[in-house]
């Protein structure tokens, strides 16, 4: 019997035969070989306030016992540039500061540790190394009360030290910049700043206070550009013998400011990596061109339109479809009121071109396709497709009148809706896309990940952006966020400022997919979007710079040149002093300000502005973090972004009649070539001149602190001859990204696009068909300025 039974079998036979039950131990594959104790890994934050306890995390899957070891180095012994694990230190030859044990948890599983460092009240730069065996791993820590703040732009950059302790500035403390190859010494002044404006700059600062030090790294800065091209069209698809209107302005930079060019732009079609002359428009006073392409014939296809002057140029994308015995049209029955909760009638068209009128088409197979992203776009883009879906993947056939209707699933979940339709007859190049938004709120909320993946030990950040969806006005208030992972739930509360953007950070996420939501609530309903941030680990790179915002008021909407500022914010943990600036090309305008019950307010003069500003705000909180926050600000001044804002003459204007709209831009009466957009709200129904006037604001300023309230983590360096292995390598733990479905380009066309030279005085004709119409209009003024406004208009 015992030569049928082999292995495993045949020894647990013979033990239970002999009553031997250590040889059935003896007879079971060890679990635990130590095979795992090598494979361990490290990651510390790039900061720790030395009166806080002082943690690492190490992830390990085996329980053996690590022995940890901390020496005292100085920074420049550890840190390189580009690289944020550092470099290994030889620790044969120095003493340690403290030794310690850390025994993980029993148990066979990746889990990361969070593991005190008994370093009690010092500072400075620590290696703390870890042994297990001959298997060793190092990872930095720096404990500081010196925080470090930068504001750079092209032109050079304003430093500020602060006590995280008390909130003060740091007067005197001494400073060495790394500018090429060499080290140069400087101290800051009597408000704890220092002002750099010659080059070479510094690539990396070091600061010492005491026993404290700090580091940062400047980011590297592009110069302006020399020439801005901005062009804007009246659609996204056009056919093929049609043509198409465009417009723009071009602007030159003349010493610290922009000013309109003069001559001409030419204006070409980039198909299949084939230039295409198309006509080209000369410059106005004001520095801007509209004009009419025609579209030669050529095949359906992907184009590109270049406009170029004076150096510079910009590109539209643009899908040219060749022209057809056949054309389709799309209406949605429930227009700009649709709701995602709800089934949703649309109608395709197909119709013969004909003269007088068109003549439908019956009879015609169309093949169809509607993807859904429960999502909202806002202003600008920058919209993600997560969890998008195919709803309908199917074939229709118009009927006697040319028409064929199909119905739009109502969604199961809270989720706004962004449906894209294509539709085309088989075989034929005629093609119809789509595109509309369905919301069952008012407002819009939208979920920007700075990172859809995160490595281990990084936190997530996140920008939420608050709208109206039909014409993309931001909105200000507080957002709901959430982040779910299983069964565990966390949520922050964030206020959106008046330009409805907030951020907010997560730290320590958990490993995998997390689901993360943001709630906008209202009386007339609440707004939610979702996305999902997945972390594993992968790639060590450098991490983004991460920041606590707060929200930045001013005292005025609009302000002239010359003028006085006012700016305020309000937090409660905020203490000490608190340093405002005016963030613009030239760095170095600020204004030190006590805190006052958490409240912070300054005056600064504004002078003359040479470029874009903001107005910024920064301190220390209770817990010894730098917050800080900004608020553009609308100059009314050469070469700025304007602030432009609509006004209707009639709040219920009749079908066809003549719509009296007043333009409030800061000026009197002033000239300035207007472009004119109206088309359908609620279908694609943002402005096509949205962010427009951003484009003046080149020198958008780089705010870095050293002192987050979530710090970054770095990885670890592994020691020479050290025989440790990459856990997360060993473990193959990886997560795959899924793709969605690409969504189709949006297309509407402007029912009514006009390029006039007015003052601030409007009459825009009306559809005959009742409805509601988003206006939206384009000043680009003789002096440089340029800005956008849009207004929703109700046709009854």
């Known amino acids: 019997m015992l030569a049928r039974l082999r292995g495993p079998l045949a020894a647990l036979w013979l033990c239970l035969a002999l009553g031997l039950p250590a040889l059935v131990d003896a007879a079971r594959p060890l679990l635990d070989q130590h095979q795992w104790d090598h494979a361990f890994a490290l990651f ?19 329980s053996a016992p690590v022995d940890f070891s901390a020496y005292a180095v100085q920074p420049t012994d550890v840190l390189i540039l580009d690289r944020p694990q550092g470099r290994a230190i030889s620790t044969e030859h120095r003493r340690a500061v403290v030794r310690w044990r850390f025994t993980p948890p029993a148990g066979y599983r990746a889990e990361g540790n969070q593991v005190v460092v008994p370093l009690g009240d010092r500072e400075g730069f620590f290696i703390i190394e870890a042994r297990r065996g001959n298997a060793s791993e190092q990872v930095w820590i720096n404990r500081t009360r010196i925080g470090l703040l930068s504001k750079t732009t092209p032109d050079g950059f304003l430093l500020y030290g602060t006590d995280l302790g008390t909130g003060q500035p740091l007067a005197g403390m001494r400073l060495a910049f790394l500018v090429g190859s060499r080290l140069l010494s400087g101290v800051t002044g009597p408000h704890g700043t220092l002002l750099w404006r010659t080059t070479p700059r510094p690539r990396l ?3 010492a206070w005491g026993h404290s030090r700090a580091a940062l790294t400047f980011l590297p800065q592009a110069p302006p550009p020399p020439t801005i091209v901005a062009l804007r069209l009246d659609r996204n698809v056009v056919h093929t013998g049609s043509s198409l209107a465009v417009a723009g302005f071009v602007r030159q ?10 001559g001409t732009v030419r204006l070409s079609l980039l198909v299949d990596g084939q230039r295409r002359l198309v006509g080209s428009a000369p410059l106005d006073p004001a520095g801007a061109f509209s004009t009419h392409l025609f579209i030669p014939s050529m095949p359906s296809t992907q184009a590109l339109l270049l406009a170029e002057s004076a150096g510079g140029g910009s590109g539209a994308t643009l899908r040219i479809e060749r022209a057809s015995a056949l054309s389709l049209t799309a209406s949605v029955a429930c227009e700009s009121h649709c709701r995602p909760d709800q089934p949703i009638a649309v109608t395709l068209s197909a119709m013969h071109p004909g003269l007088p009128t068109a003549l439908p088409a019956p009879g015609v197979d169309l093949a169809l396709r509607v993807v859904r992203s429960p999502h909202l776009s806002p202003p600008g883009g920058g919209e993600t497709h997560w969890e998008a879906t ?6 229709l056939m118009t009927d006697s009148s040319g028409h064929a209707t199909f119905i739009i699933p109502a969604a199961h979940d809270e989720l706004p809706s962004t449906f894209s339709i294509e539709a085309h007859p088989p075989g034929d190049e005629t093609r119809l896309t789509m595109r509309f938004a369905a919301s069952s709120a008012p407002v819009g909320v939208a979920i920007l990940p700075e990172q859809t993946r995160v490595d281990v030990g990084e936190p997530i950040g996140l920008l939420i952006r608050g709208f109206r969806p039909d014409d993309g006005h931001p909105i200000s208030g507080p957002v709901v966020v959430r982040l779910r992972h299983g069964t565990a739930q966390r949520q922050v509360r964030v206020m959106l400022d008046m330009q409805g953007r907030g951020r907010t950070i997560i730290a320590d996420p958990p490993l995998g997919d997390n689901l993360v939501t943001a709630r906008f609530s209202t009386p007339q309903g609440s707004a939610l979007d979702a996305t999902s941030v997945s972390v594993a680990p992968e790639a060590l790179r450098i991490p983004t710079t991460t920041e606590q915002h707060i929200v930045v008021t001013a005292d005025r909407p609009r302000y002239a040149a010359n003028a006085t500022i006012t700016l305020r914010a309000k937090h409660d943990a905020a203490h000490g ?52 926050g900004s608020v553009p600000l609308a100059i009314d001044a050469p070469g700025q972004r304007r602030l432009v804002t609509l006004h209707s003459g009639a709040p219920h204007p009749g079908s066809g009649s003549s719509l009296p709209v007043e333009i409030e831009d800061g000026t009197r009466d002033g000239v300035a070539t207007t472009v004119i957009d109206l088309r359908t709200a609620g279908v694609e129904s943002l402005s096509p001149f949205d962010g427009v006037a951003d484009l003046l604001a080149t020198e958008e300023t780089t705010t870095q602190t050293s002192a987050s309230s979530d710090p970054l983590w770095h990885p670890w360096v592994t020691p020479a001859g050290s025989r440790a292995r990459d856990l997360f390598a060993d473990l193959g733990h990886h997560l795959s990204a899924v793709a969605p479905p690409n969504l189709s380009d949006g297309v509407t066309r402007s029912l009514f696009w006009h390029v006039v030279r007015s003052g601030t005085s409007l009459h825009i004709p009306l559809p005959i068909r009742p409805g509601a119409y988003l206006l939206s209009v384009m000043r680009i003024y003789d002096d440089g300025g340029v800005g956008d406004a849009s207004l929703v208009v109700n046709v009854s």
């Open 390 to 395: 195919t709803l309908l993947d199917t074939t």
């Open 577 to 628: 002093t608190a340093l405002l600036t005016l963030d613009a090309l030239r760095p170095g305008r600020f204004a030190l300000a006590p805190v006052r019950g958490g409240k912070i307010e300054a005056r600064l003069p504004l002078r003359t502005p040479e470029s874009a500003v903001a107005g910024g705000i920064a301190f220390v909180d209770r817990n010894g973090v730098i917050m800080t």
């Open 253 to 262: 930079r003349s010493g610290d400011r922009y000013r309109p060019a003069s």
């Open 205 to 207: 600062v070091l600061a």
């Open 44 to 62: 510390a934050q790039e900061s720790y306030l030395p009166w806080r306890p002082t943690t690492i995390r190490l992830t390990t899957y085996s």
